[in-house]
């Protein structure tokens, strides 16, 4: 394996006595897609800025393509395009003119970028908004156009902090299309998202956070296969009988978790323990059986949904 | 180096890409500046010529008939009113813009629309976004003095062959309040009316107490003190003596240039140490 463009050992970030991330290490390769899942407040925003040399680290080491963003923040971040958590694109400038401007503060020839800013404008599939303002476009196309001006300088990684985070549907799968395409093309991706299917469409390897350290580290399917069971049975018996009829559950499944209005049953075969719930008399309101998914990993690693 | 521990293309790629913009970065942000005032070159011509036009004409022409028919011509600091008030309005023209530029686009570039920390995320440096925003207003300031000293000698309201130095006088001023308003905006959270409060307490009294439409020497002792702490009355001072040649001791002028430098940088110091502690959390 060629070495990692990021290595973060021990890292930590303090804000007075509160440590946003505390001693947290991961490595990831060039060519990689690499995420940090963890609900609001993990503290994934705070490894992203650091790894995007914007904020200073409190304690461990940090080296992204092989330097320390302490001292080689400007030429770290001249490799690095980054879609933030909020969009913080120039309202008073129109489209493409985000684009231009964008690209001279990496000290890219003029000519160079207004060809980039087109090719940009056309992945982004935005080449009828070229001279649109900003403010009229709608949340997917300000997200993609934010996603083209990450990409202005033909950046060796690319930070995406919750890229996709509200968003409606239709709009998300149109950028985790773009952001598939520059995963085949090799870019390297990290991201933050608190969807586990953003997770398990996006990343090949991923960190589970919470509370500003790591719980667990794998592939999505890696993850699921320990933390989880194949299949989950959930029954839906209404919001005050859960607790009640959890009782009566037990030895039902390999494990049990009694949520306020669900009750989840990890099993290899859901189908089957439906079978038996339903000859031990108890009739839920709803049942659905279905695969594990990071949710699951999350729910068991910390107790908590991901999306509280 | 010792540093570089990772594939030697990368960092060696990244070090010299990071080259230009360690040099450049101020400018690429005035670039940006420059492309966003364009929005309203409007405004700023018509501000520029449109501004001075009307002052020139209501003060320099209108209320001097009064002033020089009342004291006779010469009665105002040895010249006629005209001579005398066009040079303070040249100085606040500047802090007009500056007041404009350094308000409430540095509240939209930290919170309202945070540009600021977008520039960030590039190879860009705190201290060159507050570099870079200062230059684009200077460069505007002297385009807007250029037309409005061009204007003064149209009216033959500056007499003097230093005149034009009275341009870089009122930009020095517009400098020296302007960066320090900056300074004072970047450490607002949220604007909950501090921006109005400015204009109307510290700009609007500052126009009026610093020796702009009359000579502080006018005021009674107690009153003078708002002169003497105003940048707008120091660079009035000097550009009166450029444009027509006030008579004052030469310490004045020393001391004029002295408060003027030093609030500006002062001022600048004071915004690239803000930028850096907001946009490096």
Known sequence: MSEPVIVANELVKRYGEFAAVDRISFEVAPGESFGLLGPNGAGKSTTMRMVGAVSTRTGGELSVLGLDPDRFGPEIRSQLGVVPQADNLDAELRVRENLLVYGRYFGLPRKLVAERADELLAFAQLEEKAKAKVDSLSGGMKRRLTIARALINDPRILLLDEPTTGLDPQARHILWDRLFRLKEQGTTLLLTTHYMDEAEQLCDRLVVVDKGTIMAEGTPAELIRRYSTREVLEVRFGSDRNSEVAARLSGLGDRLEVLPDRILVYSENGEAELVRLTDAGLHPITSLVRRSSLEDVFLRLTGRSLIE | MTTLTGPRSDSARAIEAGRRSRTWG????????????????????????????????????????????????????GVSYLVFVAPALLA??????????????????????????????????????????????????????????????????????????????????????GTVIMAYTSTLEEDTGQLAMVMRFVVLPMTLFSGTFFPLSTF???????????????????????????????????????????????????ARRIAVRRLRK
């Open chain 2, 26 to 77: 101020a400018w690429y942000v005035a670039e940006h500046r420059f492309r966003v005032m364009r929005s309203y070159t409007g405004t700023v011509v018509v501000a520029g010529i449109g501004s001075p036009l009307i002052y020139l004409y209501a003060l320099g022409v209108g209320l001097a008939t009064i002033v020089d028919a009342n004291l006779g011509a010469g009665a105002v600091d």
């Open chain 2, 92 to 177: 606040s023209a500047a802090i007009t813009v500056a007041s404009e530029e350094f308000t409430y686009p540095i509240m939209l570039g930290y919170k309202w629309n945070p540009t600021f920390t977008g520039m960030h995320a590039s190879p860009l440096q705190p201290a060159q976004i507050v570099d870079g925003v200062v230059i684009s207003v200077v460069i505007r300031m002297l385009v807007n003095l250029v037309l409005f000293y061009a204007l003064m000698l149209a009216f033959g309201a500056a007499p003097s062959p230093l005149g034009v130095f009275a341009i870089l006088a009122g930009a020095l001023g517009g400098l020296a309040f």
């Open chain 2, 220 to 270: 009674p002792v107690w009153l003078q003190w708002i002169g003497w702490v105003s940048p707008l009355w120091h660079s009035t001072e000097l550009a009166r003596v450029f444009s027509y040649g006030a008579a004052e001791p030469i310490w004045l002028t020393v001391v004029h240039v002295v408060v003027l430098v030093g609030l500006a940088v002062a001022g600048w110091m004071w």
